[in-house]
């Protein structure tokens, strides 16, 4: 049982470039989420999942894309990167009746130059 | 809007000393409170929930509705209590779970 696992862990990006963040559980939780850590402003929550084919926006959802095709992955996609996007990424997923206990990935780190 | 404040950026005690992690958060419903911990090269984890009511690592958080704190406190801190504190409130049961700003805690021997 590897938990809510996240690719890569590091990545640095140019302005403008896309790229994909992988997140993935196995423990068939119906809910997950991503949160981007920056100092002093704390977590902040991009887009979240309640299922399959359902999303939703978060605090910070502009300049992020996701989707929810099966219940163990939910990527964050990055179309256009902006340096304001550097940061580090978290996921999380949790059962929907305890969506308060949410199990968090190891985070990428993510610099945009 | 809801909102959550944790004033404090970085809380620095000596060993032994008490601690308290303050967080008070604007809500217009009753939502539930709960308190996350980050240590070093861990993954952030869920420390207490106050619904609970319980002690965990010598850390109890006490919610005041009139108040609309939830802070986070221990009678003797710890080194190895030296971490990143996140308050969250729960919008609802299945929903969002929004975390405060966190303050770092530094337990100096």
């Known amino acids: 049982n590897a938990g809510v696992t996240q690719t890569p862990k590091f990545q640095v990006l140019k302005t403008g470039q896309s790229m994909t963040l992988q997140c993935a559980q196995d423990?068939?939780?119906?809910?997950m989420s991503w949160y981007r850590q920056d100092p002093g402003m704390g977590l902040r929550l991009i887009h979240y999942?309640?299922?399959?084919?359902?999303?939703d926006q978060g605090e910070v959802p502009n300049g992020y894309n996701v989707s929810r095709s099966t219940t163990e992955d939910f990527p964050l996609r990055l179309l256009s990167a902006a340096p304001s996007q550097t940061s580090v990424y978290f996921c999380?997923?949790?059962?929907?009746?305890?969506?308060?206990?949410?199990?968090f990935g190891p985070g990428t780190r993510l610099t945009v130059t | 809007a809801q909102r959550v404040t944790q004033p404090e950026k970085l809380l620095s005690v000596f060993k032994g000393a008490p601690v308290e992690l303050k967080c008070n958060y604007s809500?217009?419903?009753?939502?539930?409170l709960f308190w996350y911990v980050q240590y070093s090269r861990q993954r952030l984890q869920l420390l207490l929930r106050?619904?609970s009511r319980e002690s965990i690592k010598g850390f109890t958080a006490d919610l005041n509705k009139g108040e609309t704190s939830f802070h986070l406190k221990k009678p003797f801190a710890q080194e190895e209590d030296s971490a990143m504190y996140y308050c969250?409130?729960?919008?609802?049961?299945?929903?969002?779970?929004?975390f405060g700003q966190g303050t770092e805690l530094s337990v100096k021997p």
């Open positions: 999380a997923s949790s059962t929907t009746e305890a969506s308060y206990e949410q199990y």
């Open positions: 423990m068939n939780h119906e809910y």
């Open positions: 999942s309640v299922g399959a084919g359902i999303t």
């Open positions: 809500y217009s419903g009753s939502p539930e």
């Open positions: 106050h619904i």
């Open positions: 969250a409130p729960l919008y609802n049961q299945g929903g969002k779970l929004i």
